[in-house]
């Protein structure tokens, strides 16, 4: 029923990957986040099709470190964001799995 009414916007997101675990609704600002592989997305709630994306992969050296511990390069040894946290009026507090070493950061939202 939903399909049919055209009110749905299909995100296509990253290319293989189905990673998207973790939102956060910001109605102040307008904007919903959305934590995924390697990349935090910030919808505009006004018109979904605007939104913008912030790169936040693993460092190289993580993702060897991970490699070598035997798990998989293209599953496993990514930066999967799991904490999407509202801080104050200008930051978000994001935390990642950083390939088995968790990472955590302040992200600027104005």
């Known amino acids: 029923e939903m399909l049919e009414s055209n009110n749905i916007i299909n995100f296509n997101g990253l290319a293989n990957s189905s990673s998207y675990h973790t939102f956060l609704l910001d109605e102040e600002r307008g904007r919903l986040y959305v934590g995924a592989k390697d990349h935090i997305f910030s919808f505009n ?3 979904i099709k605007e939104y913008q994306k912030i790169v936040w ?4 050296s993580r993702r060897d470190e991970c490699k070598w511990a035997g ?3 293209l599953v496993e040894c990514a930066n999967f964001i799991k904490v999407l946290k509202a801080y104050n009026q200008t930051h978000l507090y994001a935390c990642g799995t950083g390939a088995f070493h968790p990472v955590c950061t302040y992200i600027e939202v104005g």
């Open 57 to 60: 992969p693993v460092s190289h």
């Open 71 to 73: 798990k998989d390069i």
């Open 45 to 47: 709630l006004v018109n």
